[in-house]
């Protein structure tokens, strides 16, 4: 069965810090994403990546990088948190691109006080 | 802003009736998908309808597409306490490699 795993499901942290979020998929995928969801705002693209040390900007990158070393690991670096960024942070992945099928990790409730 | 617009934004009923949700959207799509979302989870995957097909169907789940209208709409039968959910859909557009989420539509199923 095909896997995406989040490393946290519940973080809290403070203003001011640097936070990774770590996500890692076991099926081999290309492509991989980072989404974020605000209620009422559903999902929105923070960055993806098609292939090892790629990366793109998606719709909401600001205050965000990412680093894809490995195929089968996207992180997410905040930075220097803040409290904009309280939010559920969902990483996905897939076969044939981003416009096709995603996978998706269980979701990581960040929290920035 | 969104590309997808989820109707109603919430449903309540009873376990055994019918579910319909619909989906707007703006512009041409390759493809619009439907998601799952348990409360506080990740979402899930349930069905993908390419911009030349009309109609598709997986188990329970009844999915039409109208590009003339440019909306979509799911429909889950005879359901169950265990699809109480939200479900979203996304579009996948142009040459953009990546998908565009509506806001959702929370489906109360009660017994």
């Known amino acids: 069965d095909v896997k995406v795993t989040q490393s946290s499901r519940y973080l809290v942290k403070r203003t001011g810090e640097k936070v990774f979020l770590e996500c890692v998929q076991d099926m081999d995928h290309e492509n991989m994403f980072w989404y974020r969801q605000d209620p009422g705002l559903g999902l929105r693209l923070i960055y993806f990546?098609?292939?090892?040390?790629?990366?793109e900007k998606g719709d909401i990158p600001e205050g965000y990088s990412v680093s894809r070393e490995k195929k089968e690991r996207f992180s997410l670096i905040l930075e220097s948190a803040s409290t904009n960024q309280t939010s559920m942070y969902l990483c996905a992945s897939s076969f044939y691109g981003g416009g096709e099928k995603l996978f998706f990790g269980s979701g990581t409730q960040l929290s920035v006080l | 802003s969104q590309q997808g617009e989820e109707d109603p934004q919430a449903l309540s009923i009873q376990e055994g009736e019918n579910a319909t949700m619909n989906c707007s959207y703006k512009t041409s799509i390759n493809n619009l998908q439907w998601y799952r979302q348990n409360s506080g989870r990740g979402l899930v995957h349930l069905i993908l309808i390419r911009s030349n097909e009309r109609e598709k169907h997986s188990g329970r789940l009844r999915v039409t597409l109208d590009t003339s209208k440019k909306s979509s709409s799911l429909l889950i039968t005879a359901s169950r306490a265990a699809d109480t959910a939200s479900y979203f859909c996304?579009?996948?557009?142009?040459?953009?490699?990546?998908?565009?989420f509506g806001t959702g539509t929370r489906l109360q199923v009660t017994l």
């Open positions: 996304a579009t996948a557009t142009g040459t953009a490699s990546k998908l565009t």
């Open positions: 990546s098609y292939d090892v040390k790629m990366k």
